[in-house]
Nanobody, 114 residues
């Protein structure tokens, strides 16, 4: 069955960095676009970053452009989100998603606070 397992979240000070990972299994990962979403308390889930199959295209929410980088390793079946210059407003649960499917990970909490 399809599994997406996020890791790498935690507590970081403003200006700090984190790298999230999402390990995928149960489907042909290299053939799928992958995305990272986030959901802050009381807010709707929003798209943060997208990467196409073969990593030919990446897109980012305006709020994270220039600070976050999405990448993928099709050998390790893993998608990453490098987050730099973190701000308190980046605090959320971060989820990965396979394409436009209903396959989601369980989420990993990112808290940016001093």
């Amino acid at each position: 069955q399809v599994q997406l397992v996020e890791s790498g979240g935690g507590l970081v000070q403003p200006g700090g960095s984190l790298r999230l990972s999402c390990a995928a299994s149960g489907f042909t990962f290299k053939n799928w676009a992958m995305s990272w979403y986030r959901q802050a308390p009381g807010k709707e889930r929003e798209l943060v970053a997208f990467i196409s199959w073969q990593a030919r295209t990446t897109n980012y929410a305006d709020s994270v452009k220039g600070r976050f980088t999405i990448s993928r390793d099709d050998v390790k079946n893993t998608v990453y989100l490098q987050m730099n210059s973190l701000k308190p407003e980046d605090t959320a649960v971060y989820y990965c998603r396979a394409g436009g499917s209903n396959y989601w990970g369980q989420g990993t909490q990112v808290t940016v606070s001093s």
